[in-house]
């Protein structure tokens, strides 16, 4: 199974696929892979990071003070530094985890070609996932046939199912009663 979440900006797809994560792990079922959090300074965003969510590993991956490499609005985007946390999680989560979480593919990570090839191996793969997918990216023609493949379901987050997503997700991954049937995570 391969779950999509988008949904405007904002809105809390970040902190579903965290939630689900924390569930995830504390479940015992292995999982891995990469997420993005917004870099904030005096309550201004100013950039991206990006972390590995085995090991805690972190990337700045995009910055308004980047001068050099490919340009998403304001941020310059650190293309080694998509690889060097971002790809290495993916790759090694496709290895040897059960679920894989990408989030996100969005414009930045879209212009790594070893991101793209990542993901495609991802969505190839039989492996369970959960990615979120940039509301603007959907339009690439990489991102259209990521959701054009068989098996890929996407939910939109809004503000009024974003609370019950997580359980929705996690009886869509098809895993075992304990970590579908976990009130208490939920």
């Keep these: 199974m391969k779950i999509l979440i988008t949904g405007r900006p ?20 292995s999982v891995g892979g990469m997420i993005t959090y917004e870099v904030r300074e005096g309550g201004v965003r100013t950039g991206f990071l990006i972390e590995d969510l085995k090991t805690g590993l972190k ?9 050099s490499g490919p340009r998403v609005g304001k941020y310059g985007v650190n293309l080694a530094e ?17 679920v894989v979480i990408i989030d996100e593919i969005g414009p930045m990570e879209l212009y790594s070609n ?7 191996r991802v969505f ?14 959907s339009q690439d023609s990489f991102c259209k046939s ?3 493949k068989a098996g890929v379901k996407t939910y939109v987050v809004t503000f009024e199912n974003r609370d019950s997503l997580p359980k929705i997700i996690l009886k869509e991954l098809n895993l075992p009663d304990s970590v579908r049937n976990c009130p208490e995570c939920l």
């Design 10 to 29: 904002g809105i809390g797809k970040t902190t579903l696929v965290s939630k689900i994560f924390n569930i995830l792990e504390s479940r015992n079922v």
């Design 59 to 67: 990337g700045l991956m995009a910055s308004i003070n980047y001068t």
């Design 82 to 98: 998509i690889e060097r946390v971002g790809v290495k999680a993916i790759e090694n989560a496709l290895s040897s985890d059960e």
């Design 146 to 148: 990521i959701l054009s």
């Design 124 to 137: 190839s793969s039989p492996k369970k996932t959960i990615a979120t997918i940039h509301y603007k990216a």
């Design 114 to 120: 070893s991101f793209k090839t990542a993901v495609s």
